[in-house]
């Protein structure tokens, strides 16, 4: 009898991976839900608002002018609307992914579908926006776009001074 308490008291594999999967779930929900707040956010007719792309495009966004920020911005939103831009099937989508996490027994296949769909849409607008970013890089003049590039250099330079400290550590 003493033996069945001692493996009913351990952990065994199963669990272990169940905890696993989990915490896999639950990173990958926070890099979705990242995602889809930008998508969600800078989707719809948000002309009013500042545009964050700085935090979706990195150093290549935030080297741009705050003007030049904008006018990509709001060409990005032009375009996703022109493409077929759906806000309604994003927030849907999400919705379905919170029942798929509700459902028992939990289907993982389901889930892992969902959220490749919504990882096929992130980057069909990430490269909607690299389009309207080299589109926006070849209006500029010669001397705007070597600004840039300054800017941008400076940019990456800083980016790897902090990361230098951090590295050592």
Not at 31 to 55: C, F, K, N, T
Request: proline share 4%; hydrophobic share 40%; no cysteine.
């Amino acid at each position: 009898m003493t033996d069945l308490n001692e493996r009913q008291d351990k952990p065994g594999p199963g669990r272990w991976m169940r905890v696993l999967l989990v915490v896999s779930l639950a990173v990958n929900l926070a890099v979705v839900g990242v995602v889809a707040g930008w998508a969600l956010r800078h989707g719809g007719h948000h002309g009013h608002h500042p545009s964050r792309l700085d935090m979706a495009g990195g150093p290549l966004t935030r080297a741009l002018s705050d003007e030049d920020r904008r006018a990509i911005g709001q060409r990005m939103r032009e375009v996703w609307r022109e493409r077929g831009g759906n806000r309604a099937g994003i927030r849907s989508s999400f919705d379905a992914l919170v029942v798929d996490l509700r459902a028992v027994p939990f289907d993982p296949d389901r889930v892992a579908e969902r959220m490749r769909e919504q990882r096929e849409g992130f980057a069909a607008r990430f490269e909607m926006g690299q389009e309207v970013l080299i589109a926006h890089l070849a209006a500029m003049s010669d001397a705007d776009r070597a600004a840039y590039a300054d800017r941008l250099e400076a940019r990456i330079e800083d980016y790897r001074a902090r990361r230098s400290g951090k590295d050592r550590d």
